[in-house]
């Protein structure tokens, strides 16, 4: 059969809906929804089943995951065949059969979106929900052919399948086309934007050092070549940024790092300008090969398993056709997070100072459209896209805006409930007096990323969203005043946002704090504050999310969000330094006040109280002149938000 490679053994009637469980919270990244004019399920359903069934294929299942060759979610042919929009998700389509497993951040969603005329759902995380993997036990009838692009799974998922299939008497077949996009008539295309040098002024640290660094590592792996496939480690290390993606300065590329060269896979459609080349070649003092085409990559990885003879160096998140293409004997795959990864979540001295920077023009902006709400709620109709868009506005004030970091999270009520929530023209809520606000936003800028959210009520709460708010609260702020050595995991701090939700009965299903890149990704891993928060630990000059919530479903939702960084503690009269390792603690970068209102002070400590007064004074102090400069009406509604508070609990 052309393009089809057998890995396991032929009639499997169904076709399910996988939606990956995150650690933190799904924001919009990298794409637009699917229109909702291309989202005829069943006649989608319909073409895929017959190329399927095809002589030429000859499947009984389909699987469709959302990521592109990449393992980024950004294909969005999930999308497309289910009318599930959500950033990230994985579809097996069979026969006859339909189910949809989506975890907790998912289920209102789901139930809104998805067709159940076509797709059961399931609710991972509940009681009772069978897991992908049991559900396929006892619905596969015996010899199913199971069909996979193997540009768009990582080797790790592969062989999990492929054993899993084995094992129960299938077998997974990796099919060269893409048999969405053989349907799929006007699939969006790739839309190449402009590639910009992103000066040292603002990357503080030339290419010639990054690849130093790398090398170094390489060499203790021995290694002699690195693939790289993850495009902001990419973009990281050419200091360069793009636009292939509505808010993620990226662009389609690979590199390879060898001992002594540099290969860059620039897609052949890219007009490159040879100042980009020239930049590269300049700043990174290596030899650098351009020869190849971003479609012809794996001919350049040939090239260079054939001119090398130590290990190649795979990243496991790379995908299995890359896999396929290095030997067994010469192949090193990195387990975790790629040698690039790691350098990347330590900020150099000016990555840290550019994304200090950018979180305090940031925040005025988030202050001059909380003001905004205050005094123009009433006057006019506010609504959740109305209001993303006005904040866009105050974020486009500010000096090297270069657009948001994400769809914005506009949430009011009951959407504020749903966790990853987008409004769109069918779900928009007036914002009012009579509930819940939640407006989870971000920017990038020349000189950093930013992410904050902060939930507020323009009327009057009740007992219990207060009570919600609080423990939320004391939660974030646990985080933020931690004293802890270098290396700690991140699980060490997610019990601690937890804790006081947990006396209550209460939780929120998505982990605490993910890392953010210097006019980059706005996530960015290792750094995670997560149940699964490992090495390497934090370190100095990391920056993360510190964002605990709290979700009632279908009347309000709260998340309190704010980017920290890893700084050195200056320590206490008596106090060790964990064996000469030093002692270290968060310090926010965000600063926008936590709505009084909000507050129940009979549930703070004296020392949350002086905790979240000393934060307010900071702000103050630091925003005071950009703020008094752009709208001093704002500034002085910032001082009547952060008057001190008192602790009344008794």
């Known amino acids: 059969m052309r393009g089809v490679f057998a890995y396991g053994i032929g009639v499997f009637t169904m076709a399910v809906l996988l939606i990956g469980a995150g650690f933190v919270v799904a924001k919009v990244i990298y794409t637009e929804p699917v229109p ?39 294909s969005r042919r999930v999308s497309y065949v289910s009318g599930f929009t959500g950033s990230n998700g994985f579809a097996i389509v069979g026969r006859t059969k339909a189910a949809v497993w989506v975890d907790g951040r998912y289920h209102l969603q789901a139930d809104r979106q998805v067709d159940t005329t076509y797709w059961e759902i399931m609710k991972s995380g509940l009681p009772g929900t069978p897991s992908h993997e049991e559900w396929l036990r006892d619905n596969l009838p015996s010899s199913g052919r199971v069909g996979l692009d193997p540009n768009l799974f990582s080797p ?56 130093a660094a790398i090398r170094s590592q390489m060499e203790n792996l021995n290694g002699e070549a690195l693939v790289v496939t993850t495009l902001d480690e990419i973009a990281w290390l050419l200091n360069v940024r793009g636009g292939d993606f509505s808010t993620t300065p990226t662009f389609y590329s690979y590199a390879i790092l ?28 290596t030899n650098c090969i351009f020869d190849f085409d971003y479609e012809t990559f794996l001919d350049g990885l040939q090239r260079v398993v054939s001119e090398t003879t130590k290990y190649i160096l795979i990243p496991s998140g790379c995908n299995q056709a890359i896999f396929e293409k290095v030997p067994a004997e010469r192949r090193y795959v990195v387990s975790g997070y790629s040698p690039i990864a790691r ?36 006057q006019e109709t506010i609504t959740e896209i109305s209001g993303a868009t006005r904040l866009r506005g105050f974020r486009a004030d500010q000096m090297y805006f270069k657009g948001l970091s994400f769809g914005s999270i506009s949430g009011f009520g ?126 100095e000059n990391m920056f993360v999310s510190n964002e605990p919530g709290y979700y009632e479903a279908e009347s309000f939702g709260i998340r309190i969000e704010s980017i920290v960084q890893v700084v050195k503690f200056e320590g206490k009269p008596g106090m060790r ?74």
């Open 258 to 285: 060898t001992m002594n060269d540099l290969y860059v896979f620039f897609h052949k459609d890219r007009n490159v300008p040879d100042s980009i080349k020239d930049h590269i070649r300049q700043e990174s003092g």
């Open 343 to 378: 350098l990347k979540a330590v900020k150099n001295t000016v990555e840290a100072q550019g994304l200090r920077n950018c979180h305090v023009r940031d925040s005025v902006a988030v202050i001059r459209y909380l003001h905004w709400l205050n005094v123009t709620l009433g």
């Open 414 to 539: 009951p959407n504020a409930a749903v966790v990853h929530y987008s409004p769109t023209e069918e779900t928009n809520r007036e914002i009012t007096t009579e509930g819940v606000y939640l407006i989870d936003s971000g920017g990038q800028y020349l000189d950093g990323t930013t992410d904050v959210t902060r939930t507020v009520h323009m009327g009057q709460p009740t007992d219990f969203e207060r009570q919600a708010f609080t423990l939320v609260l004391k939660g974030h702020l646990a985080i933020d005043r931690a004293i802890f050595p270098p290396g700690t995991p991140g699980s060490h701090f997610d019990g601690l946002a937890r804790q006081f939700l947990f006396q209550e009965g209460m939780d929120y299903g998505h982990g605490t704090g993910h890392g953010i890149g210097a006019y980059l990704a706005v996530h960015e891993y290792p750094p995670l504050i997560s149940s699964a928060g490992g090495a390497p630990g934090f370190l």
């Open 36 to 74: 909702k004019e291309h989202m005829d399920v069943a006649s989608i359903l319909t073409d895929l089943r017959r190329v399927m069934e095809s002589s030429e294929y000859n499947l009984d299942a389909y699987l469709i995951p959302a990521s592109d060759s990449h393992l980024g979610g950004s």
């Open 577 to 650: 330094d964990f064996a000469g390792r030093g002692a270290y603690t968060f310090h926010a970068a965000t600063l926008v006040p936590f709505q009084l209102k909000m507050i129940n002070t009979d549930l703070i400590t004296k020392e949350e109280a002086e905790q979240i007064n000393a934060y307010h004074q900071e702000i103050v102090e630091t925003v005071r002149n950009l703020l008094n400069e752009q709208d001093p009406s704002a500034y002085a509604w910032l001082l009547e938000e952060t008057k001190p508070i008192a602790s009344t609990m008794a």
């Open 156 to 211: 790790n998922d592969f062989d999990r399948y492929s054993r899993y299939l084995s094992q129960h008497g299938h077998r997974l077949e990796s099919v060269a086309d893409n048999l969405v996009d053989l349907i799929w008539e006007d699939q969006p295309q790739i839309q190449f934007s402009e590639l910009e040098v992103l000066s040292l002024t603002f990357s503080g640290q030339p290419i010639s050092e990054k690849i």
